[in-house]
């Protein structure tokens, strides 16, 4: 089992920075990717960036070079800082731990997310 806790939303005008923190517990030593999604009121959760344990990331397109994920030690805490933020940005942010199981499924958790606000 991995718990997930986010932190650091709020209410940003347009053009703001946040960063977000993702502190996970439990088993983490089984992570293998870790990400952040968001999701917006009618719309469906998208990711945003991801890093692997291996430190790759990888970035939706219409956040590349605004936002950066990062952490701390191995995979604890994960960072998303997002800079030059857009009123559309407004959403549900979720933090997402990808665990592999015994063959070639996934085990997804996800925690219970941080709101995040543009304004214009």
């Known amino acids: 089992q991995v718990r997930l806790v986010e932190s650091g939303g709020g209410l940003v005008q347009a053009g703001g920075s946040l960063r977000l923190a993702c502190a996970a517990s439990?088993?983490?030593?089984?992570?293998?990717?870790m990400g952040w999604y968001r999701q917006a009121p009618g719309k469906q959760r998208e990711l945003v960036a991801s890093?692997?344990?291996?430190?790759?990331?990888s970035y939706a397109d219409s956040v590349k070079g605004r936002v950066t994920i990062s952490r701390e030690n191995a995979k604890n805490p994960v960072y998303l800082q997002l800079n030059s933020l857009k009123p559309e940005e407004t959403a549900v942010y979720y933090c997402?731990?990808?665990?592999?199981?015994?063959?070639?499924?996934?085990?997804?958790?996800w925690g219970r997310g941080t709101q995040v606000t543009v304004s214009p």
């Open positions: 890093i692997t344990n291996g430190g790759m990331t």
């Open positions: 997402n731990a990808r665990v592999p199981g015994p063959y070639t499924n996934v085990y997804d958790y």
């Open positions: 439990g088993s983490i030593f089984s992570i293998s990717v």
